[in-house]
């Protein structure tokens, strides 16, 4: 089965920085775009930054010059470095994987599509 597990979150206080980390485990062949979004609350779930398989990146307005996304292809894991925190980046932050081949020996292979992970929450204190 494949998962997508989120670590990183916790509390920091404003102009601080976390490092979130997103890994797919299973038997994953390949995957395509991965990404990070969040939801505060009271309010709808939105893109914070995506990355190609190729290393393409795109960010939202709010986090550009602040945040960064990487991925390290072989561990099939996703980063999000987040500095000069502010208390409106507090949210429950989600990864995402759009495509996700996986499969095993005479097994698949399977394909999921807009995948996710549980969450983890950030809180930025002013």
């Known amino acids: 089965q494949v998962q997508l597990v989120e670590s990183g979150g916790g509390l920091v206080q404003a102009g601080g920085s976390l490092r979130l980390s997103c890994a797919a485990s299973g038997s994953i062949f390949s995957i395509n775009a991965m990404g990070w979004y969040r939801q505060a609350p009271g309010k709808q779930r939105e893109l914070v930054a995506t990355?190609?398989?190729?290393?393409?990146?795109n960010y939202a307005d709010s986090v550009k010059g602040r945040f960064t996304i990487s991925r390290d292809n072989a561990k099939n894991t996703v980063f999000l470095q987040m500095n000069s925190l502010k208390p409106e980046d507090t949210a429950v932050y989600y990864c995402n994987a759009d495509r996700i081949v996986y499969g095993g020996v005479g097994d698949g292979p399977y394909t999921l599509y807009d995948y996710w992970g549980q969450g983890t929450q950030v809180t930025v204190s002013s």
């Open positions: 990355i190609t398989s190729g290393g393409s990146t």
